[in-house]
């Protein structure tokens, strides 16, 4: 079973940049996709972005593709996602996981949950 800690979220002016971690522990984290998740208030949880175990298949959900990118370090056993161009429509608590599904719409967690980073963005 794979464990995950995300770190890195924080409170951010529109239009600022974070870059969340997630550090994955319990199984050999080079084997798996990964992928990014959040919740924003009074919303269900959706998938934000997807990367493949060796890093060249990545895909992203509409409303951030072009702003977010994500990469992994697979010796370091840790995943990334770098946000640019926030807007206060990103605010949400960011979650990763180990996911089998590069469709975003369809992507569904394998692994535990994480407690989760969260991220607030002001107007």
């Known amino acids: 079973q794979m464990q995950v800690v995300e770190s890195g979220g924080g409170l951010v002016q529109a239009g600022g940049s974070l870059r969340l971690s997630c550090t994955a522990s319990?199984?050999?984290?080079?084997?798996?996709?990964m992928g990014w998740f959040r919740r924003a208030p009074g919303k269900e949880r959706e998938g934000v972005s997807y990367?493949?175990?060796?890093?060249?298949?990545?895909s992203y959900a509409d409303s951030v593709k072009g702003r977010f990118t994500i990469s992994r370090d697979n010796a370091k056993s840790t995943l990334y996602l770098q946000m640019n161009s926030l807007k206060p429509e990103d605010t949400a608590m960011y979650y990763c996981?180990?996911?089998?599904?590069?469709?975003?719409?369809?992507?569904?967690?394998?692994?535990?949950w994480g407690q989760g980073t969260l991220v607030t963005v002001s107007p």
């Open positions: 996981a180990r996911v089998g599904d590069a469709n975003i719409r369809n992507m569904k967690a394998l692994s535990a």
């Open positions: 319990g199984l050999t984290f080079g084997h798996y996709a």
């Open positions: 990367i493949s175990w060796d890093g060249f298949i990545t």
